[in-house]
């Protein structure tokens, strides 16, 4: 079983920097593929990025492209997301979720409770 745990979400202003964490207990995130998901209040959820089992494949949404860098760091069993030049649309809850290299929610096997993120304009 793996539980997934984001941290890092908070207020910040619009052009701010944040960096949010998934971390793991139980089982070890080196065997899957990272996704982080977002969903803003009365919207769908939409995914963000997606890095694989190795760190060697991203993939990011075009929205997020450019200004978020997915990572991770399998010693210890963490993924990130840094956030740069935020923008008041990317206020949203953020949740990861590991499985597939597929940037769909479904394909994921554990997902996190969420992080929230409010920029500020």
């Known amino acids: 079983q793996v539980q997934l745990i984001e941290s890092g979400g908070g207020l910040v202003q619009a052009g701010g920097s944040l960096r949010l964490s998934c971390a793991t207990s139980?089982?070890?995130?080196?065997?899957?593929?990272v996704n982080w998901f977002r969903q803003a209040p009365g919207k769908e959820r939409e995914f963000v990025a997606s890095?694989?089992?190795?760190?060697?494949?991203?993939n990011y949404a075009d929205s997020v492209k450019g200004r978020f860098i997915i990572s991770r760091d399998n010693a210890k069993s963490t993924a990130y997301l840094q956030m740069n030049s935020l923008k008041p649309e990317d206020t949203a809850g953020y949740y990861c979720?590991?499985?597939?290299?597929?940037?769909?929610?479904?394909?994921?096997?554990?997902w996190g409770k969420g992080t929230l993120v409010t920029v500020s304009s």
């Open positions: 979720a590991a499985g597939k290299y597929s940037g769909n929610w479904n394909d994921a096997d554990y």
């Open positions: 139980g089982r070890t995130l080196t065997a899957y593929a």
């Open positions: 890095i694989g089992v190795f760190g060697r494949n991203r």
